[in-house]
């Protein structure tokens, strides 16, 4: 009697036969190989990998790196980042402190004429420029008792300076002052025998305890000279 295989069981058959198949040619090309690597000279440049390589001479020459165009064009700072930079150099160089009057020091801190004299006077010609001896603020600027005109600064250290006798004041209440600054010029304003400048330094809270300026500026570098009175 005549026996009858379903498809469906020929089909798997099939499949099988042909998995079988490939398993059995892939363990025979991982056999070869194994075979070959177990043959080979491992001294053998390129015997382990099957890949060339380069003879000795290609080998020893020197191995040049690859600079892409871009690196190779000239750099160009921007002009924003070259005025900065030129800025904070400017601002690093600047002097500080600087000596307010051009005129020579006359008269130094202490008693004078039986009365604390609690600054110093620099003689000047009238109408000569007063500069800002630090960097600071204006926290007053007109008339005011002894003084005829004066301007009173917040200093960078914390300190007031105090600038009086002036002809005309070009600054105003609130405006920040750099060292150099021209703020007023020389007068003869007040209880003054002659043009000059007279400039104090306050230190403490409120109007401060007047110091002498000789040694505070000292310490800041600022060498103003020797009194002449």
């Known amino acids: 009697m005549p026996v009858t295989v379903p498809l469906s069981g020929l089909r798997g058959a099939a499949r099988y036969r042909t998995a079988a198949t490939r398993a ?33 001479a290609e080998s020893d020459a020197p191995f040049t790196a690859f600079t892409p165009r871009e690196a190779q064009m000239p750099q160009v700072v921007p002009q924003q980042v070259l005025d900065f930079l030129n800025g904070l150099h400017a601002e690093q160089a600047r002097p500080k402190t600087v000596r307010p009057s051009d005129g020579p020091l006359s008269s130094g801190f202490g008693m004078r004429w039986g009365a604390m004299h609690a600054g110093i006077d620099f003689a000047g010609a009238f109408g000569s420029p007063i500069r800002a001896v630090t960097d600071g603020t204006v926290i007053e600027a007109g008339p005011a008792s002894g003084f005829g005109l004066w301007v009173r600064v917040l200093q960078d250290d914390g300190t007031i300076g105090v600038y009086g006798h002036m002809q005309d004041i070009l600054v105003q209440v609130g405006q920040q002052l750099r060292a150099g600054d021209v703020l007023a010029t020389v007068g003869n304003r007040g209880y ?27 310490a800041r570098g600022m060498n103003v000279g020797i009194p002449t009175d």
């Open 24 to 56: 059995l040619a892939v363990t025979a090309v991982v056999g070869a190989s194994l075979t070959a690597l177990a043959a080979a000279d491992p001294h053998e440049p390129g015997a382990l990998t099957g890949y060339p390589v380069a003879n000795a």
């Open 192 to 218: 003054s025998t002659g043009p000059h400048l007279h400039y104090e330094v306050h230190q403490g809270e409120g109007q401060g305890t007047p110091i002498d300026p000789l040694p505070w500026l000292a």
